[in-house]
């Protein structure tokens, strides 16, 4: 009886995963790499939604204390503002989650910048 249960946990978790990662469990993830100053580290991933992009953007390096503005442009040239976070120390890494109500198919840059609006981070959506 315990091989039996066993195996009936196994088929439960081949189902589970198969159901949860196929196509109908799972979203379009695109990763774009940031660049900025040296020794600066970050990637944004785009995962489309049905309201439009979850962003989820993952830095280190960075000065502690500054405040920046993640911005995404669409193919029609439109900037909209994802959010904005602050850095908390240069060698800790940060994870922040971002929104916009663009279709992640129709983002073509990531930018973001500091409070006097200049440029810290910037990406191409290939």
């Not at 503005?69 to 922040?96: C, D, E, K, P």
Request: hydrophobic fraction near 45%.
């Amino acid at each position: 009886m315990g091989a039996g249960a066993v195996l009936l946990v196994a088929a439960a978790a081949l189902v589970a995963v198969v159901t949860l990662g196929g196509p109908h469990g799972s979203r379009p993830v695109r990763v774009v790499a940031l660049t900025g100053q040296e020794g600066v580290r970050a990637t944004v991933s785009l995962t489309s939604q049905s309201w439009g992009t979850g962003a989820t953007l993952r830095e280190s390096g960075q000065a502690p204390g500054q405040v920046l503005t993640v911005s995404m442009r669409t193919s029609s040239g439109r900037w909209w503002v994802a959010g904005s976070y602050r850095t908390v120390s240069r060698a800790g890494s940060l994870v922040v989650q971002l929104s916009c109500a663009v279709p992640a198919d129709q983002i073509t840059d990531v930018w973001v910048s500091d409070q006097g609006g200049h440029t810290v981070l910037n990406g191409y959506v290939g």
